[in-house]
């Protein structure tokens, strides 16, 4: 292979390269600029500059940019790299990052087409779709699929804890070993109550989109996660996206590596270890359905395109649904939260709508703007310490957008998908 040759795969990430030829570590954002791939169009280039001051303002490794409008992938970008056994990949637009709660709106929308599909009702409750027991509070028996999916259901994490992120608490009350399994979840949360009553006020619960996965299994006959890939993904026309791992030497070839200062005593056996915090801190087969996916910005962005219109994932009636207003009305910002999406109304007459995703190791943000704009941008770490906001990412895109004058029209989805 010549020289020219191998320097073209790996600006592809065609060729992936021993670590050890590359001297020791990936370079830090924060000490050398980080390779990128991908393509960014002279147009676009705001959105590349703004994305690399904020990696190297943060010291991000693994990075990952999409930006489209009207349907159409407009920039794909990847930056910078990771190690897989011997070898140091190249980020690519189609390498895999944990999502965290951008898996939301997946897990609502496969809700939503069981309902299109008369399957379920969304005023169904969860008692009689799940079976579980109101004795310890009868007004578990008013929590809706509504209100699960927009957060009504009566958990407030900041009043008692996360469920999702209690496995030590929950071994120990149940008298059960690690690592605990969502029926283990389930039979705590059950035996205690709410609270608040359902359908009073909005207060963000995990727990609540992971009794979501658990309907979807049991009224579908299927697992989540195949339910999910063959009848909600796939007619999106995304086929990568996949639920993820928690120890390090069970990740995927594709997959980003995640970083954190922090590390906790592992969830994932009753062996004592201290582990970094996202390798077994914490339990990705418990996240599925609130936090599990794992996915590109690619794929993202052309997941919103799934409800831009009527298609092959969801009708009219079904999109109206995900982002009407629940029960409680607007928020005092003038937002609220439909069904796996932050919503407001814009100012041409539209909805915006987003979310961001945030779990130790992991931060994104995906949004569907006025005149059908939408980006997404995903990261292998998280605001940990003193490091400056990662929920500026949202400002600084919507300031790219603003600085465009003229958008390409070159599509780059099949290059992707």
């Known amino acids: 292979m010549t020289t020219l040759s191998r320097r073209r795969l790996l600006q592809s990430g065609a060729l992936a390269v021993p670590a050890l030829a590359l001297g020791a570590a990936p370079a830090r954002a924060g000490t050398a600029a980080l390779p990128a791939t991908g393509v960014v169009p002279a147009q676009l280039a705001g959105f590349d500059a703004a994305m ?3 990696i190297a303002e943060r010291d991000i490794s693994c990075a990952q940019l999409a930006v489209a409008k009207n349907g159409k992938i407009l920039l794909a970008r990847g930056y910078g790299s990771y190690t897989y056994g011997r070898y140091v990949r190249l980020v690519q637009p189609t390498s895999l990052f944990r999502i965290a709660s951008l898996s939301k709106s997946i897990t609502a929308a496969a809700i939503a087409r069981l309902a299109q599909d008369g399957k379920l009702s969304l005023g169904d409750t969860v008692t009689d779709l799940l079976g579980l027991s109101a004795d310890a509070d009868p007004r578990l028996a008013d929590v809706t699929l509504w209100r699960l999916m927009q957060h009504t259901g009566g958990w407030d994490r900041d009043a008692t804890l996360d469920q999702l992120w209690a496995d030590h608490t929950i071994s120990a009350a149940l008298d059960v070993p690690l690592p605990v399994g969502h029926a283990e979840i389930m039979r705590y949360a059950t035996a205690r109550k709410l609270d608040f009553t359902p359908g009073s006020r909005y207060a963000y619960s ?3 989109y992971m009794l979501l996965g658990r309907i979807i299994a049991k009224v579908s006959g299927m697992s989540y996660e195949s339910y999910v890939r063959q009848r909600i993904l796939a007619p999106a026309g995304i086929t990568r996206m996949l639920l993820g791992r928690s120890a390090s030497g069970q990740q995927y070839a594709a997959e980003v590596r995640y970083q954190s200062v922090y590390t906790r005593k592992s969830v994932l056996d009753d062996g004592g270890a201290t582990v970094p915090y996202p ?3 914490f339990n990705m087969a418990n996240q599925d359905a609130n936090g599990g996916w794992l996915g590109s910005a690619v794929d993202l962005v052309k997941w919103g395109f799934a409800f831009d219109r009527a298609g092959p994932v969801l009708n009219a009636t079904s999109i109206g649904r995900v982002f009407a207003k629940p029960e409680i009305g ?9 069904l796996g ?6 100012n041409v007459g539209g909805l915006n709508t987003w979310h961001t995703g945030s779990m130790p190791g992991t931060f994104g943000f995906l949004a569907r ?3 059908g704009v939408s980006y997404c941008a995903l990261f292998n770490r998280r605001q940990e310490g003193d490091a400056p906001s990662f929920g500026a990412i949202d400002g600084i895109l919507g300031t790219a957008t603003g600085g465009v004058s003229s958008w390409p029209t070159t599509d780059l989805t099949p290059r992707y998908f």
């Open 330 to 338: 607007v928020g005092s910002g003038g937002s609220w939260y439909g």
């Open 369 to 371: 703007i006025q005149h």
């Open 341 to 346: 999406w932050q919503v407001r109304e814009n």
């Open 279 to 281: 390798y077994g801190g």
């Open 52 to 54: 690399k001051k904020f």
């Open 206 to 208: 995990n727990y609540g």
